[in-house]
């Protein structure tokens, strides 16, 4: 008879051999699922057929090696430390316990041989009287053992918790070896032995353990939940540029799960060497396959805007690439403002990204002059701020605004920031007859050049240009589930106001009779040339977002339901598009998945809503590895039953898409989380909520910079042994950055 006991699809059995029953006491070992039957001449399963063991107490899943239990040993220590002392303690007190009942045996024994029947009879008196035991203690040999046994167990734990703390916060390694820190630990431990600073090695042997038995776990957990997914490459680089020092990326994996929460875990943190792409494009290819995700499944690919490298790496691997919205935003301001003061870029990778803005008037002087003016109105305002009389004058001439003149923030003259320029001018145009009477004011000495009405003209355009890119980042930093549905109608109604040529011309007909015909032209053509570098920035990092074709997208964010960022016909075009994509998704669940809707669109063309036979996103994500297979065509009657089974199916999804665009149209109450919101009516839009898993799942701005910096402490210089410090920086980026979403999924609720 088998000694298998089947636990949901796993089938467990008991170690054979056990040499220390308190590490086993949770813990089964898993059958082979490929093999249901034992094998031949077999009557039990044996350890030597089990590749991996399973917890009874969280129910999760990590390899064995046949011979040996260290796995277990860990598993046991890092998740059930104190059922583990639990079970030791009461081991012990078993121990004492026999010792005790041993001892007091032999003693009875000896004293019924030497006893006379007088002693006896006295013996047997005291027998029938209670008496208090007497316990003795066990013997030193198993004592000293036992606390050996516990101060490994609390040494071990004490590194990973501080291994743990030196990944979050980003502190090297080689701490450990620094005095002040050895003194500490002596100081913190005393006469306790149970903790020492290990050595550096020891540390790298425990940061691998700790990054394997992770990625175990995150390979389970993918296996279980992921279904479509989005990839996002977060680049790490050194301050430092040595030859052989190479960059990090780590590897992003985003998914919903069947309760629409989001969640995410980090596949790998891989080295990215200079001019080794195509080494960078087989590592992300290996690492998908390793996890189990089908590459035909993930949606999008979100990469810094900034970062041409990866995102020439992401379209030879034929990923939809998504740039992040926060980079692109930033890549484009500081373009704006540097161009604006007349400096070079800091980062040469923004520069040949965002390109020139020279282009159109080409004129040194120009960028010369738009730079004077702004800096005039900069320069006077911090004089004001300066100055104790001039600051208190502006405050007793704006009483109601006295509290925000507090909050101006101030502008560095040599190092201009986007935020920190929108805001200035935005609060510093409200003032502006105040701020030109003071500096106009003879009784105050050293006064700066006051700004003219050309200085003031410019910073008015200037936030009238930047408004709507301001109001972007506050609604993406607010943002908590910032999909690529969400950010489609925002990038839509960006796009509209930059494409707008009138956008400057009621403050040119403000400014037509105070300033010269000449300078109004010259302004303009200044700001217009602001205004096409931003509008071609955005057609530049999204052209597949912006495009009508994607526009129905954003429909399934429930916020956005109503389509008013659309014309009629884009809403007319989003309807047939929900119908098809939601479709040919439903399609490719049921057996019949490779039948395409080309057979039925003929018949039904004009009828559903308009069908179109092309094929549409969705399904070239999903088929464009698949070979066509030649099958002969199958009979009238098969084919006749399964068109009319799709035109049912197609008339069913397009009734849903229907109510769905109809109950939002109406709809008076404000949705605050659209995943709430799919979750809770999942079971009225069966068709629907698929596909709105899908899309809803995609990432396109996140809470943290994609693209970091390595600490100066991190990024040391390789040369000693380049190959150890690229794994073992690897191995530790890889814990900060799963650590850091562990982080972040416990303080944010979607």
């Not at 699809?9 to 308190?22: A, V």
């Not at 972007?472 to 509209?496: G, H, R, W, Y």
Request: glycine share 4%.
């Amino acid at each position: 008879m088998s000694n298998g006991v089947a636990h949901g699809e796993l089938t467990l059995f008991d170690c054979p051999r056990i040499r220390k029953s308190e590490y086993w006491q949770f813990i089964k070992l898993v059958a082979p699922t490929a093999t249901t039957t034992l094998p031949e001449g077999q009557t039990h399963w044996v350890s030597q057929d089990a590749t991996d063991a399973f917890c009874l107490r969280c129910n999760k899943m990590f390899r064995f090696v046949k011979g040996s239990s260290n796995s277990v040993r860990r598993h046991m220590e890092r998740f059930h430390r104190k059922e583990l002392l639990k079970r030791q303690a009461q081991q012990a007190n078993e121990e004492k316990r026999a010792t005790v009942s041993y001892n007091k045996r032999n003693t009875t024994r000896k004293a019924k041989r030497q006893s006379s029947p007088e002693q006896e009879t006295a013996a047997e008196e005291n027998r029938s009287s209670p008496a208090p035991i007497h316990e003795v203690p066990a013997a030193m040999p198993a004592k000293k053992q036992r606390l050996e046994s516990l101060y490994a167990l609390d040494q071990r734990h004490s590194i990973e918790l501080m291994l743990k703390w030196m990944a979050t916060s980003l502190r090297p390694l080689r701490m450990v070896l620094e005095p002040g820190f050895g003194a500490f630990v002596a100081h913190i431990s005393g006469t306790d032995p149970s903790f020492s600073p290990p050595a550096v090695e020891a540390l790298h042997h425990h940061l691998e353990l700790m990054r394997e038995n992770t990625r175990f776990e995150v390979k389970q957990r993918i296996k279980k939940e992921v279904s479509s997914f989005v990839l996002s490459l977060e680049p790490w680089r050194s301050p430092r540029d040595y030859a052989d020092v190479p960059a990090f990326v780590e590897m992003h994996c985003w998914y919903l799960n069947e309760d629409f929460v989001r969640q995410s875990c980090v596949l790998d943190v891989v080295p990215m060497f200079k001019e080794a792409e195509d080494e960078l494009r087989t590592k992300l290819h290996s690492v998908i396959q390793e996890f189990g995700l089908q590459k035909h499944l993930a949606t999008s690919c979100l990469v810094p805007a900034t970062d041409e490298e990866l995102g020439n790496i992401i379209q030879t691997v034929d990923f939809q690439q998504v740039n992040e919205v926060r980079s692109m935003l930033d890549g484009v301001v500081a373009c704006s403002v540097h161009w604006l003061q007349g400096t070079a870029f800091p980062d040469p990778r923004a520069e040949r990204i965002s390109g020139s803005l020279e282009t159109g008037l080409g004129i040194v002087e120009g960028r010369q002059v738009f730079g004077e003016a702004l800096s005039d109105v900069i320069h006077s305002v911090e004089w004001i701020r300066s100055s104790r009389l001039a600051f208190n004058k502006l405050c007793e001439a704006h009483t109601v605004f006295a509290g925000e003149l507090k909050k101006l923030p101030s502008v560095s003259p040599s190092q201009w920031s986007f935020a920190v320029l929108h805001d200035f001018f935005a609060r510093v145009i409200l003032i502006r007859a105040s701020i030109d009477s003071i500096a106009s004011d003879e009784t105050f000495t050293q006064v700066p050049k006051k700004p003219n009405t050309l200085s003031w003209f410019l910073a008015e355009g200037l936030v009238l240009l930047w408004r709507p890119l301001q109001e972007v980042l506050q609604v993406v930093d607010n943002e908590k589930v910032c999909s690529t549905a969400f950010i489609i109608p925002i990038l839509s109604m960006v796009k509209q106001h930059f494409t707008r040529v009138d956008l400057f011309d009621d403050l040119q007909q403000r400014y037509l009779g105070i300033l010269a015909d000449s300078d109004v032209a010259s302004s303009v053509a200044r700001l217009q040339l602001l205004r096409v570098h931003i509008q071609n920035w955005l057609a530049k990092c999204y052209p597949t977002l912006l495009s009508p074709d994607h526009a129905w997208i954003s429909a399934l964010d429930p916020r956005y339901a109503r389509l008013r960022h659309l014309s009629e016909e884009e809403r007319e075009a989003c309807k047939c598009s929900l119908v098809e994509q939601a479709v040919e998704l439903h399609l490719s669940h049921v057996p019949h998945a490779t039948e395409t809707l080309s057979s039925l669109t003929g018949d039904l063309d004009g009828d559903l809503m308009g069908g179109d036979s092309r094929p549409g996103l969705m399904h070239r994500l999903l088929y464009e590895e698949e070979e066509e297979v030649v099958a002969p065509p199958p009979s009238a009657d098969v084919m006749s039953a399964r068109d009319a089974e799709l035109a049912q199916t197609r008339l069913y999804v397009a009734n849903e898409v229907v109510m769905y665009l109809n109950e939002h149209q109406v709809r008076k109450t404000r949705i605050l989380c659209p995943l709430q919101w799919w979750s809770a009516n999942r079971e009225r839009y069966p068709f629907l909520s698929p596909l709105a898993r899908l899309w809803l799942g995609t990432v396109a701005c996140l809470t943290s910079p994609l693209d970091r910096e390595l600490p100066s402490e991190l990024a040391g210089d390789p040369s000693a042994d380049a190959a150890s410090w690229t794994k073992s920086t690897a191995d530790f980026l890889y814990m900060h950055a799963h650590l850091r979403g562990a982080h972040m999924d416990t303080t944010v609720a979607l």
